[in-house]
């Protein structure tokens, strides 16, 4: 059918409308939906690849099922742009992951068409299950369908959710959106007569027939009987584990072909049995020739030219967090072949590509399993190696058990390179780097520190490389890091010391993490208005450095702790030992800074910083608020 010349997307408000259309018209949905995604993501940048990827199956999938009522989930939620655009949010497209607008993952409070909430990866089986156990309490008939990628499925939370769906029998369908791993025996017009035949009902009925027939013989009848039908059926289609975990196993079929997709979907759809699984190959980047020829697919962009594919790149006037640990750590193991690297699915976001290039065979990346990832490091540690585990701040929350009983308990020297700590802005509070200073620093035996500029983490990668006494980590944000000068190489510091980087008399500010620039200026601005300033470096959140607190304690009217973490971490932490050693009753007044007790939206991090209160101006408001006779003083003079 000849494409029409009205673009048919102008005519969709939300997937009712596309459900009105003739099938015929889907492929042009599909075009201009495609065309659509590209267009805003120039100009907004986030995910893109895996958005492309899955135009087809999306548009298949709103026009089959009768959304929002049948629940449709999208796993991490990196490929919903599309959906988006289908399900009322066009005319907001191009707000993504800016302040104020779309998130750039699937959100509850944003649409009814995203029943629930996503950003880390493989939750969706599990949260389906449960909305497909709550719809049969119900007595409801609605659909759930969870839709998941193969990168997904390499984290154990999705095979827990499958054995617990498979036996309990509930009636849920998950789409299996395999555009990596090769899984798949080749996909073709055998492969589609196959899948719609063992999705069709005449198949199913025939099959629940001779089950219960079978049943009805001997049981080791019945058992040759199921095992060779799931054999039969898997020399075709493949996905005997998806089979022996209690699904219904369907595919694959071709994610980019509406005639092998509608008709699946709908037999699935109709089939009153479950749990089902369907097999769905696509291709990361589809249709858009800059994705298709670059190696990442083009999974995470800037704004860019939509003709030539090339990105916007804000010059940097000086290197990256990321690339400064990656660099350090390499040049550490030149010299330490006890050193090796340890990543959960993000070579490249946490720096340790640079350690793999150098080091290809002491690099581990384990898939999307932080769990794992932390119990594997310390099985390294075990042996006398020297693992660096880097992961996200926001990812490491997903292995928080593993780090008290594998590795705190043990006392097992694991080293966590924590990456994206703090605000990371367009990503939003799913990927802020909120609770790690709190949830690691209540852990006997663990010793935590913070990069206050570059230069810094340089000799925290040195500091870590050299303790073996116990776990270590260390957090830096995103982004590049302030110009200071850089070390030729790293020097381990003192376990719990921290440094004074300006003496001042009247107020202290002790500063962990990159809040110290901003500490600076505060202290310039106060100085302006008569108010002496000292500034110091905490560099541990664990062990603190007491007689430095003492110190400023001791020579100061005020004692102000500022970091980039949540109310429980590092400002607790100075409060109870202050609290211990009685200076409170002294009379010194105490003021915490940390990040406010609410998640934080997407936007640039120098305005969530400043929303935070966690900028020169807030700290100078917060001095001013400690120091009310220097206030007042001011306010008589002004």
């Excluded at 087809?56 to 742009?81: C, K, M, S």
């Excluded at 008709?263 to 369907?278: C, E, F, H, S």
Aim: net charge negative.
């Amino acid at each position: 059918m000849a494409e029409s010349s009205t673009p048919l997307l102008d005519m969709i408000s939300l997937p009712a409308d596309l459900r009105r259309l003739p099938r015929a018209s889907l492929v042009q949905v599909a075009d201009e939906l495609r065309r659509e995604t590209i267009s805003a993501v120039s100009t907004t940048g986030g995910h893109l690849g895996a958005g492309l990827g899955v135009v087809e199956l999306t548009v298949a999938l709103h026009y089959i099922f009768n959304t929002p009522e049948d629940r449709l989930i999208w796993d991490v939620g990196h490929q919903a742009y599309p959906h988006k655009i289908l399900t009322g949010r066009r005319d907001r497209i191009r707000t993504l992951r800016q302040g104020g607008g779309l998130s750039g993952f699937t959100k509850r409070t944003e649409s009814e068409f995203d029943p629930f909430g996503a950003a880390h990866s493989s939750t969706s089986i599990s949260a389906g299950l449960g909305m497909a156990v709550a719809r049969d309490l119900d007595g409801r008939a609605n659909n759930v369908v969870a839709v998941i990628g193969d990168g997904s499925m390499s984290a154990g939370m999705a095979y827990e959710a499958m054995n617990n769906a498979g036996a309990m029998d509930s009636r849920l369908i998950v789409i299996l959106n395999d555009n990596d791993m090769s899984i798949a025996p080749p996909v073709g017009a055998l492969s589609s007569y196959l899948s719609r035949l063992l999705s069709g009902e005449t198949y199913r009925s025939l099959r629940e027939g001779g089950k219960h027939l079978a049943r009805k013989m001997p049981k080791f009848i019945f058992e040759h009987a199921r095992r060779a039908e799931e054999l039969t059926r898997g020399f075709f289609t493949g996905g005997t584990l998806f089979e022996q975990l209690g699904f219904y196993y369907v595919g694959p079929i071709d994610g980019h072909n509406f005639e092998h997709l509608l008709p699946v979907l709908k037999n699935v759809r109709d089939a009153q049995q479950g749990p089902i699984l369907v097999h769905v190959v696509t291709q990361k980047g589809k249709g858009y020739a800059p994705a298709e020829a670059a190696a990442d697919k083009l999974h995470g962009v800037n704004a860019f030219d939509v003709i030539s594919g090339a990105q916007q790149k804000p010059k940097a006037n000086a290197p990256s967090y990321t690339r400064v640990f990656g660099e350090s750590l390499a040049t550490l193991a030149e010299d330490d072949d006890r050193i090796v690297g340890v990543t959960a699915a993000m070579p490249a976001g946490t720096g340790m590509d640079i350690f793999g290039k150098a080091f290809p065979g002491r690099i581990f990346d384990v898939g999307i399993a932080e769990q794992h990832a932390v119990t594997f490091a310390a099985g390294l540690a075990t042996e006398g190696y020297k693992p660096f585990c880097a992961i996200y701040s926001t990812f490491l929350q997903r292995a928080y058990d593993q780090i008290v009983h594998d590795v705190a308990i043990q006392n097992l020297p694991v080293r966590f390179a924590i990456d994206r700590a703090g605000l990371v802005g367009a990503d939003g509070s799913t990927h802020a780097g909120s609770f790690d200073i709190a949830y690691l620093g209540c852990l006997p035996n663990m010793v935590v520190m913070a990069a206050a500029d570059e230069a810094e983490l340089v000799h925290m990668v040195a500091t870590a490389a050299a303790h073996d006494e116990g776990p270590i980590a260390f957090r830096y944000p995103r982004g590049d890091g302030s110009g200071v000068e850089m070390p030729a190489k790293g020097v381990p510091l003192e376990i719990g010391k921290g440094r004074v980087v300006r003496e001042g008399s009247h107020v202290a500010l002790l500063s962990l993490g990159t809040r110290l620039a901003e500490c600076l200026a505060a202290a310039e601005e106060l100085s302006a208005r008569g108010i002496s300033v000292t500034v110091a470096d905490a560099r541990f959140a664990k062990p603190l450095d007491t007689a430095l607190i003492d110190r400023l304690a001791r020579d100061h009217e005020a004692l102000i702790t500022i970091e980039e973490g949540s109310t429980g971490g590092f400002g607790c932490f100075v409060l109870q030992y202050l609290a211990e050693v009685g200076a409170l009753d002294e009379g010194l007044r105490v003021r915490t800074m940390t990040l406010p007790d609410v998640f934080l939206d997407q936007d640039k991090p120098e305005r969530l910083y400043t929303r935070a209160g966690l900028d020169a101006k807030g700290i100078v408001a917060k001095v001013m608020e400690a120091l009310p006779s220097a206030a007042a003083g001011q306010r008589a003079a002004g």
